[in-house]
């Protein structure tokens, strides 16, 4: 049993919104359905780090869903930027339990234990959190991570995060976000929602913590081995 991650497939199976019109995504639901095939057996995890579906509500995003519960193994999905289709926690798994998607679960102020660690994570924040509206959003998501890292903590089991936003990009460091990923002794993490030309202000490592970008395009559309 392996663990694999990847982050901002922008699925749009039942909506004209095709990442195509980007370069190098071209053919890309093929690519990483290919890719994902070699790679992934039933017994494997996956988490998806985000910006999963363009669809902008739960029911519309129903064909992303079964494309992605006929690809082997387990899924693990947090909330991206762009996942307008997200709602509670408990319309999700009502709506994926009642069409069979058995394979897919949710990352959300919770951990979930898989192949032998308790994985944690949230969306994050990726604006100077010098407004009023950008304070709170870091505030809810601060309160999300540390949730997550005291569930993974009762465990005893190796933490592993995963995030939407980079906590550092460019010039930018979203301080809260980092000192909990210190308090708990995080020293690795994997991220997404950046993409093309953008990747060469995506940090490898900062303040002794090592970050690993995984958006579909910058891994090749290709799920990156974690453990």
Known sequence: MSLYALSDLHLSLNADKSMEVFYGWQH???????????????????????????????ESAEK??????????????????????????????????????????????NCIVAE????????????????????????RECGRLRTSLEAARKTELPIRVFLHYPPV????VCEPILEILKEYGVR???YGHIHG????????????IQMRLISCDCVNFTPIFIE
Request: hydrophobic share 40%.
């Open 28 to 58: 890309y639901v093929e690519r990483l359905e290919a890719n994902w095939k070699r790679l992934i057996r039933p017994e494997d995890t996956v988490v998806l780090a985000g910006d999963f579906s363009w669809s902008l509500k739960l």
């Open 169 to 172: 990009y460019g010039s930018y």
């Open 64 to 109: 992303d869903f079964a494309f992605l519960e006929a690809l082997p193994g387990k899924k693990i999905l947090l909330k991206g930027n762009h996942d307008y289709w997200w709602s509670t926690v408990t319309k999700i798994e009502k709506y994926w339990d009642e069409k069979h998607f058995d394979s897919l679960r949710i990352l959300h102020n």
């Open 197 to 208: 030309a953008g990747r060469n202000q995506a940090p490898i490592e900062y303040d002794g």
């Open 188 to 190: 690795q993490i994997w």
């Open 116 to 139: 032998n660690v308790a994985i944690c994570g949230t969306r994050g924040w990726v604006y100077d959190g010098s407004g009023e509206f950008d304070q709170k959003v870091i505030a």
